[in-house]
């Protein structure tokens, strides 16, 4: 009997341990270099939960070696700019390092607002000034994208007289940080800014289920813009830690937090502190609430660590001064994020300076403004090969009021257009020219570090993120799994079957339908960083 009852032992405590052998493998899997896909929806919150989630096995996990993303069809056009950039640029040798030209910065600036019907003509491929899809900007080969700014620029059409280049001529913006943001005449007078439009549309759309989230259409690619952020958000993060003492507090400002899905991200980041600002008084709202839920889960936790204080804001960053508002006045942000918002600032040249006294105001030297926002040169380029007005799929289209003239440029602010995307808040958007986000930001203290299109920021950190890439389903497994739907019509993976169909090894790959992934590459990446004072 004893030997029964110790063979019995033996055999239960060599069962404990096989299981807890598997636990502690599947849970690894993880963070090995895999990409597992599943149909399972992704909530921002937990990683722990995250994973609880998931349906991996070695199949899925081999996705990590196999994948492919569509062409991107405006990138042929890439060589061609370049070409014509480089004779440019021999043809006018003498120009400025940043600006592309020896005309002194103040006179630059100030003629943004001018007219001139002779140098208009040099403007009429705008998306020539724009970074092009696919193509990195780098601070190294920003004279081919922003050259001779002795060229005179469209004012935009709802100016006043009274709003003349005189309110610029003299105007030291850079020395000006830290004075009142103008509120006066930031917009014409008695006209609703179609920034208030805005918050009334996020204001009034309600909040959608974990279920109907993992139904809709563009769930890859809502999942494959939040792995862009995630990327972003941890690159800069690690840079400014690197430049401070060991348990050194790390604060950051998020400009346009909406519901707050970041916050896990910054969670992930352990920074101290976060001030959360918004439009939409009701998105700040549920972006506090999810912020409450986080804590009192992170209290909740086995290895429980003080999560990040935060304070919230609802406020208009376009035409109010944040640091106002700050529960301290005099607090020194190290990172100030702004997520697929600041493109609303581009309505008027009042809101952009204002907009960009918020980001650099109390971002302190070294510090670093970052972002994404929509490619202004891939969504001109796309609208007039569709005929100038409209453009899109079954997934997002753009629409502009009138269409784009092949001679007249569009203007530099107030550039509207319409955007809309399945399942997402219809509403108007603006232009970024860039050249002139480049101006308006040093003249604020911050030096242009990057721009970089979503497709290049994708090839260039996908080794690095491809566990998380699996975690957050940011690509579509195709073919699917029996358990699987794709998520668009069939014709729209032809890339991956012909992928497949090259490697015949290969028996999966993970992708985004053609449509999706159109979609995500009208977007690009930003990043600049405060001048030493």
Same mark, same amino acid.
């Given at each position: *009997?004893?030997?029964?009852?110790?063979?019995?032992?033996?055999?239960?405590?060599?069962?404990?341990?096989?299981?807890?052998?598997?636990?502690?493998?599947?849970?690894?899997?993880?963070?090995?270099?895999?990409?597992?896909?599943?149909?399972?929806?992704?909530?921002?919150?937990?990683?722990?939960?995250?994973?609880?989630?998931?349906?991996?096995?070695?199949?899925?996990?081999?996705?990590?070696? !196999?994948?492919?993303?569509?062409?991107?069809?405006?990138?042929?056009?890439?060589?061609?700019?370049?070409?014509?950039?480089?004779?440019?640029?021999?043809?006018?040798?003498?120009?400025?390092?940043?600006?592309?030209?020896?005309?002194?910065?103040?006179?630059?600036?100030?003629?943004?607002?001018?007219?001139?019907?002779?140098?208009?003509?040099?403007?009429?491929?705008?998306?020539?000034?724009?970074?092009?899809?696919?193509?990195?900007?780098?601070?190294?080969?920003?004279?081919?994208?922003?050259?001779?700014?002795?060229?005179?620029? &469209?004012?935009?059409?709802?100016?006043?007289?009274? &709003?003349?280049?005189?309110?610029?001529?003299?105007?030291?913006?850079?020395?000006?940080?830290?004075?009142?943001?103008?509120?006066?005449?930031?917009?014409?007078?008695?006209?609703?800014?179609?920034?208030?439009?805005?918050?009334?549309?996020?204001?009034?759309?309600?909040?959608?289920?974990?279920?109907?989230?993992?139904?809709?259409?563009?769930?890859?690619?809502?999942?494959?813009?939040?792995?862009?952020?995630?990327?972003?958000?941890?690159?800069?993060?690690?840079?400014?830690?690197?430049?401070?003492?060991?348990?050194?507090?790390?604060?950051?400002?998020?400009?346009?937090?909406?519901?707050?899905?970041?916050?896990?991200?910054?969670?992930?980041?352990?920074?101290?502190?976060?001030?959360?600002?918004?439009?939409?008084?009701?998105?700040?709202?549920?972006?506090? &609430?999810?912020?409450?839920?986080?804590?009192?889960?992170?209290?909740?936790?086995?290895?429980?660590?003080?999560?990040?204080?935060?304070? +919230?804001?609802?406020?208009?960053?376009?035409?109010?001064?944040?640091?106002?508002?700050?529960?301290?006045?005099?607090?020194?942000?190290?990172?100030?994020?702004?997520?697929?918002?600041?493109?609303?600032?581009?309505?008027?040249?009042?809101?952009?300076?204002? *907009?960009?006294? !918020?980001?650099?105001?109390?971002?302190?030297?070294?510090?670093?403004?970052?972002?994404?926002?929509?490619?202004? !040169?891939?969504?001109?380029?796309?609208?007039?090969?569709?005929?100038?007005?409209?453009?899109? !799929?079954?997934?997002?289209?753009?629409?502009?009021?009138?269409? #784009?003239?092949?001679?007249?440029? @569009?203007?530099?602010?107030?550039?509207?257009?319409?955007?809309?995307?399945?399942?997402?808040?219809?509403? @108007?958007? +603006?232009?970024?020219? +860039?050249?002139?986000?480049?101006?308006?930001?040093?003249?604020?203290?911050?030096?242009?570090?990057?721009?970089?299109?979503?497709?290049?920021?994708?090839?260039?950190?996908?080794?690095?993120?491809?566990?998380?890439?699996?975690? *957050?389903?940011?690509?579509?497994?195709?073919?699917? +799994?029996?358990?699987?739907?794709?998520?668009?019509?069939?014709?729209?993976?032809?890339?991956?079957?012909?992928?497949?169909?090259?490697?015949?090894?290969?028996?999966? *790959?993970?992708? #985004?339908?053609?449509?999706?992934?159109?979609?995500?590459? #009208?977007?690009?990446?930003?990043?600049?960083?405060?001048?030493?004072?």
């Amino acid at each position: *009997m004893r030997t029964v009852a110790v063979i019995a032992t033996t055999a239960g405590l060599t069962l404990l341990l096989i299981l807890d052998l598997i636990r502690r493998n599947r849970r690894n899997l993880f963070t090995k270099d895999t990409w597992p896909l599943s149909h399972q929806p992704v909530e921002d919150t937990s990683m722990a939960k995250r994973s609880r989630d998931f349906v991996v096995d070695e199949e899925r996990a081999r996705l990590a070696v !196999n994948s492919i993303l569509p062409h991107d069809e405006d990138s042929e056009d890439y060589q061609t700019h370049k070409k014509q950039r480089k004779e440019s640029d021999e043809e006018s040798p003498d120009h400025n390092p940043r600006f592309g030209s020896d005309v002194p910065e103040d006179d630059q600036y100030h003629r943004i607002k001018q007219e001139s019907d002779e140098e208009a003509s040099n403007l009429k491929n705008y998306e020539s000034d724009i970074p092009k899809d696919g193509q990195h900007v780098t601070k190294q080969n920003l004279h081919e994208d922003v050259s001779s700014d002795s060229r005179q620029y &469209e004012k935009p059409k709802f100016y006043q007289d009274s &709003e003349a280049e005189s309110d610029l001529k003299g105007k030291n913006v850079k020395n000006e940080i830290s004075a009142e943001a103008s509120t006066s005449n930031s917009t014409p007078p008695s006209k609703e800014t179609l920034c208030d439009v805005v918050a009334a549309h996020y204001n009034n759309v309600p909040e959608s289920g974990l279920d109907e989230r993992s139904r809709s259409r563009i769930l890859h690619l809502r999942n494959f813009n939040n792995w862009i952020k995630s990327m972003l958000i941890d690159e800069f993060v690690q840079k400014v830690r690197e430049t401070k003492p060991r348990g050194s507090s790390l604060k950051v400002l998020d400009m346009g937090c909406g519901k707050g899905g970041d916050l896990f991200k910054w969670r992930q980041g352990k920074i101290t502190h976060l001030v959360c600002t918004d439009i939409a008084a009701t998105s700040v709202e549920q972006c506090k &609430e999810r912020y409450n839920d986080v804590k009192q889960r992170a209290q909740r936790e086995r290895n429980f660590a003080p999560i990040f204080s935060a304070e +919230f804001i609802v406020a208009n960053c376009t035409k109010e001064r944040l640091r106002e508002r700050y529960s301290d006045v005099t607090m020194q942000l190290d990172l100030v994020s702004c997520q697929f918002a600041f493109h609303y600032c581009f309505e008027s040249l009042p809101q952009a300076e204002c *907009m960009m006294r !918020n980001a650099a105001e109390c971002l302190r030297p070294g510090g670093y403004f970052f972002g994404t926002c929509p490619n202004a !040169n891939a969504i001109v380029s796309r609208a007039r090969k569709a005929g100038g007005r409209q453009f899109g !799929n079954d997934v997002y289209s753009v629409e502009f009021e009138t269409p #784009l003239d092949e001679e007249q440029p @569009p203007p530099i602010f107030g550039a509207k257009y319409n955007f809309h995307m399945e399942g997402v808040v219809d509403c @108007p958007e +603006f232009l970024v020219h +860039f050249p002139t986000f480049i101006r308006l930001a040093s003249r604020f203290g911050l030096d242009f570090v990057v721009c970089e299109p979503f497709q290049s920021f994708f090839d260039r950190m996908k080794e690095n993120g491809r566990g998380l890439l699996g975690k *957050m389903q940011a690509l579509e497994t195709y073919p699917p +799994f029996p358990d699987q739907t794709l998520m668009g019509p069939l014709s729209q993976y032809e890339h991956a079957e012909a992928a497949l169909k090259k490697n015949p090894t290969s028996q999966k *790959m993970g992708t #985004l339908s053609a449509a999706e992934w159109e979609a995500a590459t #009208l977007y690009l990446i930003f990043v600049f960083k405060k001048a030493a004072s």
